[in-house]
């Protein structure tokens, strides 16, 4: 690979570019700094909403070197130069409650995020400490009421990481082509338009900046970055990530997100090599 031809950066932030504190580690810093003076666009894709990543950015430090925000999972595009946003393939109300039906007798609880709300089904000291970590006020309603009227991003559920099997298995007798659903961590699966991943996220990412596809590098850990890293010329995966992301990536490291990961692949690869 040769580092001339990488003109945008983009990583996931959950078990990529964070560590398990949900910090940036120094060499990430010093990393995307580096791109920058390159002339490299950098910034994020991420499962969270636009209205979380911007204020924890700024908190990090590195708002400085961030061009942009991929956000739920590649159905928002947002500009930092420019503060302007683009919203991709909502789900409708209707949609929304029949999943909320279908799944409501399980021990889950139905979260949707809107801006820096998380709005749920079932709220605890312990569900809002998880929130506030993720940038997020939670508030527990209704849902059946809340989602009247209401088109939304995605669905959340959340539930213990031994309780995934029973989601799984209930999720494959769910049938609605106006959705997808897929496991995000070992504790959510989700919802959203079939469009929405992604990979789908990159492709308005690349034509939004003018550039190739096959230009782009692209970090992540999660099944919900295979699209991602199947798509772009350079997908990496990081050392702990997922099966399904390490066999989508052209490169997997030999190091964890703990260990900087993507700040020491980001120098070896396109900052210190010779062009």
Same mark, same amino acid.
């Given at each position: 690979m040769k580092n001339e031809?990488?003109?945008? +950066?983009?990583?996931?932030?959950? *078990?990529?570019?964070?560590?398990? %504190?949900?910090?940036?580690?120094? &060499? $990430?810093? =010093?990393?995307?700094?580096?791109? %920058?003076?390159?002339?490299?666009?950098?910034?994020?894709?991420? *499962?969270?909403?636009? @209205?979380? #990543?911007?204020? !924890?950015?700024?908190?990090?430090? &590195?708002? /400085?070197?961030?061009?942009?925000?991929v956000g739920m999972n590649g159905g928002v595009l947002y500009d930092l130069r420019r503060r302007d946003k683009e919203e991709y393939h909502l789900i409708s109300s209707n949609v929304?409650? %029949? &999943?909320?039906?279908?799944?409501?007798?399980?021990? #889950? =609880?139905?979260?949707? +995020?809107? *801006?820096?709300?998380?709005?749920?089904?079932?709220?605890?000291?312990?569900?809002?400490?998880?929130? %506030? !970590?993720?940038g997020e006020t939670e508030i527990e309603v209704n849902m059946h @009421?809340?989602? /009247? $009227?209401?088109?939304? $991003?995605?669905? !959340? !559920?959340?539930?213990e990481p031994d309780y995934m099997p029973v989601v799984l298995e209930r999720a494959s007798h769910f049938y609605d082509d106006r959705v997808v659903g897929f496991a995000t961590s070992d504790t959510l699966f989700e919802y959203v338009d079939p469009h929405i991943n992604k990979g789908f996220g990159m492709k308005k990412l690349a034509k939004h900046y003018g550039v190739p596809l096959e230009t782009i590098m692209a970090f992540g850990d999660a099944p919900n970055d295979q699209e991602m890293l199947g798509l772009v010329g350079c997908g990496v995966c990081m050392a702990n990530g997922s099966k399904e992301s390490k066999m989508n990536a052209r490169y997997v490291t030999t190091l964890t997100n703990d260990e900087g990961a993507v700040g020491h692949f980001i120098k070896e690869y396109l900052l210190e090599k010779e062009k």
């Open positions: 031809t990488i003109t945008l +950066v983009a990583t996931d932030l959950d *078990g990529t570019f964070l560590d398990s %504190k949900k910090k940036v580690p120094a &060499i $990430n810093r =010093e990393a995307i700094s580096g791109l %920058k003076d390159r002339g490299i666009l950098f910034g994020i894709a991420s *499962g969270r909403p636009i @209205e979380t #990543v911007r204020p !924890m950015i700024h908190d990090w430090g &590195i708002e /400085q070197d961030v061009s942009f925000i929304v409650l %029949k &999943i909320i039906r279908f799944f409501e007798d399980l021990d #889950v =609880e139905f979260h949707v +995020v809107m *801006g820096p709300t998380r709005y749920t089904s079932k709220s605890n000291e312990k569900t809002r400490a998880d929130a %506030k !970590m993720f @009421e809340f989602m /009247q $009227n209401r088109d939304i $991003n995605k669905l !959340m !559920m959340h539930f």
